[in-house]
Nanobody, 122 residues
Framework: QVVLVESGGGLVQPGGSLRLSCAAS????????MAWYRQAPGKQRELVAS???????TYVDSVKGRFIISGDNAENTVYLQMNSLNREDTAVYYC????????????????WGQGTQVTVSS
């Protein structure tokens, strides 16, 4: 019912910046929250940042002060501005969304994007 389309990944040098975008489309009445996760080879998937509908944001400690998450409720879109990137940021980044499909039900469904590769290297 819902597809999350990601863009903005790629190769960047240490110290550089990237901006990831993710737009949710499909049968959507309301998106309550969106988030970015990442998974590096051989490591557990971790929550990088999240933003709720009211704009409240959270970050994992390793990206605080470097990454900024923001959302556009009208377009069901989330962004992740990544600055001062280092090699430890290399991972597949996944978009996530909590979605309410209909006006007459508040049941929340979780959706994942396909993932976009971010590689930080010289």
């Amino acid at each position: 019912q819902v597809v999350l389309v990601e863009s903005g990944g790629g190769l960047v040098q240490p110290g550089g910046s990237l901006r990831l975008s993710c737009a949710a489309s499909g049968i959507i009445f309301r998106v309550d929250a969106m988030a970015w996760y990442r998974q590096a080879p051989g490591k557990q998937r971790e929550l990088v940042a999240s933003v709720s509908r009211n704009g409240s944001a959270t970050y994992v400690d390793s990206v605080k002060g470097r990454f900024i998450i923001s959302g556009d409720n009208a377009e069901n879109t989330v962004y992740l501005q990544m600055n001062s990137l280092n090699r430890e940021d290399t991972a597949v980044y996944y978009c996530y969304a909590d979605v309410v499909h209909g006006e007459y039900s508040d049941r929340v469904y979780a959706y994942w994007g396909q993932g976009t590769q971010v590689t930080v290297s010289s």
